[in-house]
């Protein structure tokens, strides 16, 4: 294939700093990311932001299907040259964002995901598969690195949060690959990072809504105690956070950035069971 370069300035191709395009062109880095995904010729993907296709072609030659999403139809002939012989390609010229994800899982079946996700989009995506999805296996997405900082991150640490705590419920993220901003078109003001997220050995809770508005009273004012979080988010009176805090086996006096997803999954059922939520 050519130099990507030049396949989009024979199509008058020009960049729109709106969708955040920064493409990937290294061979080798667009095998890495594939095997980092574990893709095989049975598996499904489900790829947001085609781009020019490099990552999509790559998809192709693993997996045994491939759903390609694309925002920008100015990309439809690059893609149309570029994914030429793919025949286990389905691009798609619309905003995932915008898409029923259970219409998209009726479609695909059973999937995982991989993509070099735009920037301005990484975690409302993630958080979408995090929130709705029903039958991915998995997300393997590149990501700026500071976000995949948080995504993985342990409790009581700068980057732990809100996001950090919804992605371990649902299963285990970790950090698979670094990736200079060097090798992107054109180059991005930050370094990147791959991150692996397998939708196993989360844990369960009692109320999904519970879960969500505990995290966001968790951290609604991370230098608070939790105690005083749960007096302002719920108006309750101190000595009824006490007292839940306690049935939740939560020490006195913590901040809510200390408990691991798994201790804020225990206190959101406490607090769901006492008709908090």
Same mark, same amino acid.
């Given at each position: ?15 729109? !700093? ?6 990937? @062109? ?95 989009? @990484? ?48 299963? %285990? ?16 003001? %930050? ?14 809770? !009692? ?6 508005? @505990? ?19 719920? !108006?309750?009176?101190? /000595?009824?956070? !006490? ?14 950035? @200390? ?5 804020? /999954? ?12």
């Amino acid at each position: 294939m050519e130099e990507l370069a030049t396949t989009l300035q024979r199509h008058g191709f020009a960049f729109k !700093k709106q969708f955040g395009q920064n493409f990937l @062109t290294d061979p080798n880095l667009l095998g890495a990311i594939v095997k980092d995904a574990g893709i095989d010729n049975e598996t499904t993907v489900l790829e947001i932001g085609a781009g020019a296709g490099a990552l999509t072609r790559a998809l192709s030659a693993a997996a045994g299907r491939v759903l390609s999403y694309e925002i920008d139809r100015s990309l439809q002939p690059v893609l149309a040259e570029t994914l030429a012989g793919c025949e286990n390609v389905e691009v798609i010229f619309r905003d995932f964002m915008k898409e029923r994800m259970d219409a998209v899982e009726k479609e695909l079946g059973e999937y995982v995901v991989c993509a070099n996700l735009p920037y301005y989009v @990484t975690t409302p995506a993630v958080m979408r598969f995090i929130e709705e999805a029903k039958r991915c296996r998995g997300i393997t997405v590149m990501v700026q690195e500071e976000v995949a900082a948080r995504f993985s991150a342990r409790e009581n640490t700068p980057d732990y949060g809100a996001v950090t705590a919804a992605i371990a419920r649902r299963g %285990v993220c970790r950090i698979v690959r670094s990736v200079p901003r060097t090798l992107f078109t054109p180059r991005p003001n %930050v370094d990147s990072s791959v991150v692996r997220i397998d939708f196993t050995g989360g844990f369960e809770v !009692k109320s999904d809504k519970a879960f969500r508005e @505990t995290v966001k009273l968790a951290f609604l004012s991370r230098r608070k105690t939790l105690e005083n979080n749960l007096i302002n988010f719920l !108006k309750l009176p101190r /000595g009824r956070a !006490k007292e839940l805090l306690t049935l939740a086996g939560v020490k006195e006096g913590v901040r809510g950035e @200390t408990l691991s997803p798994r201790e804020l /999954g225990h206190l959101s059922d406490i607090l769901y069971e006492n008709g908090l939520f």
